[in-house]
């Protein structure tokens, strides 16, 4: 968190695991697809050329605009290349994770995990499928409820999972 790398990187990781993003969909941000006074994220033309709108947690905004103010990129993109300063590329983003893989000592550690953790601890936590289908983006509730069966059997086994802000289970979202 004291470089610019590291910061990136963590606004990145949560963007994953709190917000349940795709990779591509955070190679893409920009600093106007954050609304900070509704903690919301505008995802424009992700998978399937569709849109949407996810939560936020306060403390992911608060993080994302300290970055932006210390860093701000002139590339237009939320995440830049450290060296080049055009946007993110995939493959820089798939040696963020082997770097975090190998220090960690997580072995089964990837970007999109972090997809799936966000979906069963949103169901575990009370959440419900219809709006996980609008947070993921998901067009097909099938896709959907793949979670449901994960979420099921880590209650079944007991596993903790992930917490997430409760911004997630706000009414009226």
Same mark, same amino acid.
Do not use: W
């Given at each position: 968190m %004291? @470089?610019?790398k590291?910061?990136r990187?963590?606004c990145i990781?949560?963007?994953? *695991?709190?917000?349940?993003l795709?990779? #591509?969909?955070?190679?893409?941000?920009?600093?106007?697809?954050?609304?900070?006074?509704?903690n919301?994220?505008?995802?424009?033309?992700?998978?399937?050329?569709?849109?949407r709108?996810?939560?936020?947690?306060d403390?992911?905004?608060?993080e994302?605009?300290?970055?932006?103010?210390?860093?701000? %990129? @002139?590339?237009?993109?939320?995440?830049?290349?450290?060296?080049?300063?055009?946007? *993110?590329?995939?493959n820089?983003?798939? #040696?963020?994770?082997t770097?975090?893989?190998?220090?960690s000592?997580?072995?089964r550690?990837?970007?999109h995990?972090l997809?799936h953790?966000?979906?069963?601890?949103y169901?575990?936590g009370?959440?419900?499928?219809?709006?996980?289908?609008?947070?993921?983006?998901?067009?097909?509730y099938?896709?959907?409820?793949?979670y449901s069966?994960?979420?099921?059997?880590?209650?079944m086994?007991g596993?903790?999972v992930?917490r997430l802000?409760?911004?997630f289970?706000?009414?009226g979202?």
């Open positions: %004291h @470089t610019e590291g910061r990187n963590y990781f949560h963007l994953m *695991l709190d917000c349940g795709r990779s #591509q969909e955070v190679r893409h941000l920009k600093p106007g697809d954050i609304d900070q006074d509704r919301i994220i505008h995802i424009l033309n992700s998978k399937g050329c569709k849109s709108i996810t939560p936020v947690p403390f992911l905004v608060r994302i605009d300290g970055y932006t103010k210390l860093y701000g %990129h @002139t590339s237009g993109y939320l995440f830049a290349s450290l060296r080049s300063g055009k946007p *993110l590329t995939a820089a983003l798939k #040696q963020v994770f770097k975090l893989k190998r220090e000592g997580i072995e550690l990837h970007a995990l997809r953790t966000f979906a069963t601890s169901l575990i009370g959440g419900n499928l219809e709006f996980l289908r609008v947070f993921m983006g998901h067009g097909d099938n896709v959907t409820r793949i069966q994960l979420a099921a059997e880590s209650k086994l596993i903790d992930y802000d409760p911004v289970f706000r009414k979202y």
